[in-house]
C-alpha cells in the first residue's frame, strides 16, 4: 500500500534531513566549468547563479506567504464548509508547504557554496564592476575555443568521446590523472594539454 510506503519514507531520516541540490564539488567543477580560464569571468558566473538564486527564492517567499493566508482562511471558514471541501483543501496545502520549503532549503544551501567559492578562490574580485569583469571576456573565449579545439583533438587520440573529456577536463589536474591513472592511459603526452587549457 502507498501509505506503508510513505510512513517508510517519513521514517528514513536522510529523505527529511538532506538537503539535496547541487554539491560542491558540481558547483565549483562543473556548474560554471565552461568559464574556467578566466578567473574575473568564472566569478562572474557564480554571480549570475547567485542572481538567479536569488530571485528563485524571492519568489518562493512569497508563494509561502500566500499558502499560509489560504491555510489561515482555510482553518477560519473550516466549520462551513462540507466534509468533502476539507479532506481536499488543507492537506494539498500543507504538501505545497512542505515541498516549497524543501527546496528553499535546496536554494539556500547552494548559496551558500557559491558564496564560500567566491570567498576562497575570487574574492579579489568581489570589488570589480561589471565593466572591469568584462575586459576579460576576451581571455575567455581565447581559452575556451582553446580548450575546446584541445578537447576534440584529445578525444580522438584517447577514443574517448568529447562530452566525457570536457567533463574530465573541468576537474582540477590531481582528479584527472588518478581518473586516467585508473583507467592505464598514459599522460606523458597528452599532460601539457590537460594541464593547459
Not at 40 to 68: C, G, R
Not at 143 to 172: C, D, F, N, W, Y
Request: charge should be neutral.
Amino acid at each position: 500500500m502507498l501509505s506503508d510506503t510513505l510512513k517508510k519514507l517519513e521514517n528514513f531520516a536522510p529523505v527529511n534531513d538532506f538537503k539535496f541540490g547541487h554539491s560542491p564539488l558540481q558547483i565549483e567543477y562543473f556548474q560554471t566549468a565552461k568559464q574556467q580560464g578566466s578567473e574575473p569571468w568564472e566569478y562572474y558566473q557564480h554571480i549570475l547563479q547567485l542572481k538567479a538564486l536569488n530571485m528563485a527564492l524571492k519568489e518562493m517567499e512569497v508563494e509561502i506567504f500566500e499558502i499560509d493566508c489560504q491555510i489561515r482562511d482555510a482553518k477560519k471558514f473550516w466549520p462551513f464548509w462540507s466534509l468533502k471541501k476539507r479532506k481536499e483543501l488543507l492537506p494539498r496545502l500543507f504538501l505545497r508547504e512542505e515541498s516549497i520549503l524543501r527546496v528553499i532549503r535546496e536554494k539556500e544551501r547552494e548559496v551558500g557554496y557559491h558564496l564560500e567559492i567566491i570567498e576562497r578562490r575570487f574574492s579579489q574580485f568581489k570589488e570589480y564592476s561589471e565593466e572591469e569583469i568584462f575586459k576579460s571576456e576576451k581571455e575567455y573565449w581565447i581559452t575556451r575555443i582553446k580548450r575546446q579545439l584541445a578537447t576534440s583533438h584529445l578525444s580522438r587520440l584517447l577514443a574517448v568521446s568529447e562530452g566525457e573529456l570536457s567533463a574530465l577536463m573541468s576537474l582540477p589536474v590531481d582528479f584527472q590523472k588518478e581518473i586516467l591513472d585508473s583507467l592505464k592511459i598514459s599522460l606523458k603526452n597528452n599532460q601539457d594539454l590537460l594541464s593547459n587549457t
